[in-house]
């Protein structure tokens, strides 16, 4: 892949690549500092323009989003978990499929599904009480609980799945994915190495559990039901007024498995960590919830007047995006910031550092839920903070998301104390922004007194 011309470099192939395995984080932060907020990552094979600003973010996924698209990783490596999924298909495929699956979202469903929603997190407070004094890996916790919500959301309360199986099928074939994506040398020699044996096997369990629910539920019919099972298995193509075939209902399914539980468990880790430090804030979002649910059962429509709660996570994920960076490829030419950018060439947005952009964010490594207060956010970018990026290819669960974390969150600290053993715990920039290792907190039943 070639430089465009004048465009300042990152420096040395061999020199970035141990800056970049050193601290990647850090690195992207000193090329921005030390090149502006367009410059070529040289890494080889691999090499990237990266984009750090708002404006520049805006052309790729909005103003000129017809000349990219998604990036390798999404349609060469990721179609082995996700098939024709709409997170990895493109152009007409993808408009079709979104079209299809888009109504899952709307706020007409989400009401449908908050119940099962609010007992599955109730549920796992109630055991999670029983481990109250302890040390637990909240790592773990908040993958478990939104993999459960993602699944009760997906295929109804009467399915019982062995989700922590399905989550080590998943992370294992990701890990293999990223791999292939990332490393030419693994991608030479896994035919020998027996890791695509594993990964094959493991698709083979998740693609069984997946049509044996299908078929189950083809069999038994979907009266009363409200997930998004029911809503693939009734929905036709506008094109041709065909249903989905049960391979693309998998490839759906799979693909919100995949998508709908890590963006929000990993913004639940790393809110603890940060409001360990801020215990002024954590009474704050106690106070609202006393306020405004106490101790009746919440719905949707009060979880959703927790406006405070919902500034709180989205300050942590402006400071830890679990989508920390959004790849594209150029098409056709483009030309970004007066530098010409030639097809073929790969372009990635690093969220993280335009989330930290001094010049569209007062203070920005402080944390300050108030500056998304209804007052101080009309004034921010539209695309300074872009959590579920932006676009027409913006995440579609985005709203599911946010019901799902603001009663995570505003239920827990309504019921328990926490402590967390490291609050500067590491972080690893994957594809997706994720705790290294156990995140080790203490829980333990609230002492305050509510309202």
Same mark, same amino acid.
């Given at each position: ?211 044996? =629910?299908? *078929?189950? +539920? ?10 998004? &099972?029911?809503?693939? /298995?009734? #929905? ?66 009060? =979880?959703? *007047?927790? +406006? ?10 402006? &400071?830890?995006?679990? /989508?920390? #960076? ?82 995570? &969150?505003?239920?827990? /600290? ?38």
């Amino acid at each position: 892949m070639k430089k465009p011309n004048g465009m300042p470099s990152s420096g040395h192939s061999l020199k970035t690549i141990r800056q970049l395995s050193k601290d990647t984080l850090g690195a992207f932060g000193q090329y921005q500092e030390e090149h502006g907020d367009l410059y070529w990552l040289n890494v080889g094979s691999m090499s990237s323009v990266v984009v750090a600003n708002p404006n520049l973010a805006k052309t790729i996924l909005q103003t000129e989003q017809r000349k990219f698209h998604k990036g390798e990783i999404y349609h060469k490596f990721l179609p082995l978990l996700t098939g024709n999924g709409i997170i990895s298909s493109e152009e007409a495929e993808w408009k079709r499929n979104r079209k299809v699956v888009q109504p899952a979202f709307h706020k007409t469903y989400l009401d449908n599904i908050f119940t099962s929603i609010f007992t599955e997190i109730e549920q796992h407070f109630d055991q999670l009480e029983r481990h109250s004094g302890e040390w637990v890996d909240w790592n773990k916790e908040m993958m478990n609980l939104t993999l459960s919500v993602v699944a009760q959301s997906i295929m109804g309360v009467e399915v019982k799945l062995d989700l922590n199986q399905m989550y080590h099928a998943m992370e294992r074939v990701l890990h293999h994915i990223i791999l292939q994506w990332r490393n030419p040398f693994y991608r030479m020699s896994q035919g020998v190495s027996g890791a695509k044996k594993r990964v094959l096997k493991d698709i083979q369990f998740m693609d069984q559990m997946v049509y044996d =629910i299908i *078929r189950q +539920r083809k069999a038994t019919g979907n009266e009363g039901k409200h997930d998004l &099972l029911a809503m693939l /298995l009734e #929905s036709t193509y506008e094109d041709n007024g065909e249903k989905l075939e049960e391979s693309q209902v998998r490839d759906e399914t799979i693909t919100v498995f995949l998508a709908g539980h890590e963006t929000s468990a990993n913004a639940m880790v790393w809110a603890l960590t940060i409001l360990e430090e801020h215990p002024e804030v954590v009474e704050k979002i106690r106070y609202e919830y006393d306020l405004m649910i106490g101790s009746s059962q919440p719905t949707m429509e009060k =979880i959703m *007047r927790l +406006r405070y709660t919902r500034q709180v996570i989205d300050e942590c994920m402006r &400071l830890k995006p679990s /989508l920390w #960076s959004i790849g594209r490829n150029a098409k056709e030419p483009v030309n970004l910031g007066g530098y010409d950018i030639a097809p073929g060439t790969d372009v990635s947005i690093d969220i993280y550092h335009i989330h930290r952009h001094p010049q569209f964010w007062e203070n920005p490594e402080r944390f300050d839920p108030d500056r998304f207060s209804p007052e101080r956010s009309k004034d921010l970018h539209r695309h300074a903070f872009l959590p579920f990026g932006a676009g027409p290819r913006m995440c579609i669960g985005n709203h599911f998301a946010y019901v799902e974390m603001i009663a995570i &969150l505003g239920m827990f /600290l309504s019921r328990f104390d926490f402590q967390v053993e490291n609050p500067n715990h590491p972080a690893e920039p994957s594809v997706t922004l994720r705790p290294v290792g156990e995140v080790r907190v203490k829980v333990g039943l609230r002492k305050g007194e509510a309202i």
